[in-house]
T-cell receptor
Framework: KAGVTQTPRYLIKTRGQQVTLSCSPI?????VSWYQQTPGQGLQFLFE???????NKGNFPGRFSGRQFSNSRSEMNVSTLELGDSALYLC??????????????FGPGTRLTVL | SQQGEEDPQALSIQEGENATMNCSYK?????LQWYRQNSGRGLVHLIL?????REKHSGRLRVTLDTSKKSSSLLITASRAADTASYFC??????????FGSGTRLQVQP
């Protein structure tokens, strides 16, 4: 079974631009979560999508948004980029089983650099 | 971190030695998970321990959980150079979002 894939792997943008990152979950997984990783703040939860609906959201400004398609693929968008948005963006998928066994499988990440 | 901590922040050992990493958190949890990350790449899931479990083994990994102390530890026995990576604990409070610890950078010298 193929793992979680993320595209592109590397991206360089300038301040003020916007960017769209893509994530394809493991086949059969319906939940996709996004995380931001920076040296200063560590790993932080952005949002989770399940069945095309945002189910949970972290403490990030409205410039960060996402969506999920009917095939469970997800995109996240960051508008009006700031230098501080430079980070590794990780996507994770899960089956969203009940009982708290929320094992998540992570993709390789997209490294975003904002100049 | 207001959410939790891992210690040590960095650990350097020789091949064959054991490595122990500790994680502390501040809320009630459903489960706690450990992940490995190689040099800025994606996270690899290592092991999940439920809140009603005290100890779990997987190969050379041993995880303990003490919910009364809100702490967990990861033991890697007979370490190898390939174990060099950053290790993160993450806990699930039932809100489906994982909260991550600050991580431990492990260096295993051949």
């Amino acid at each position: 079974k193929a793992g979680v894939t993320q595209t592109p792997r590397y991206l360089i943008k300038t301040r003020g631009q916007q960017v769209t990152l893509s994530c394809s979950p493991i086949s059969g997984h319906r939940s996709v979560s996004w995380y931001q990783q920076t040296p200063g703040q560590g790993l932080q939860f952005l949002f989770e999508y399940f069945s095309e609906t945002q189910r949970n959201k972290g403490n990030f400004p409205g410039r960060f948004s996402g969506r999920q398609f009917s095939n469970s693929r997800s995109e996240m968008n960051v508008s009006t980029l700031e230098l501080g948005d430079s980070a590794l963006y990780l996507c994770a998928s899960s089956t969203r089983l009940a009982g708290g066994q929320n094992e998540q499988f992570f993709g390789p990440g997209t490294r975003l650099t904002v100049l | 971190s207001q959410q939790g901590e891992e210690d040590p922040q960095a650990l350097s050992i020789q091949e064959g030695e054991n490595a122990t990493m500790n994680c502390s958190y501040k809320t009630s949890i459903n489960n706690l998970q450990w992940y490995r990350q190689n040099s800025g790449r994606g996270l690899v899931h290592l092991i999940l321990i439920r809140s009603n479990e005290r100890e779990k083994h997987s190969g050379r990994l041993r995880v303990t959980l003490d919910t009364s102390k809100k702490s967990s530890s990861l033991l890697i026995t007979a370490s190898r150079a390939a174990d060099t990576a950053s290790y993160f604990c993450a806990w699930d409070t039932g809100r489906r979002a994982l909260t991550f610890g600050s991580g431990t950078r492990l260096q295993v010298q051949p």
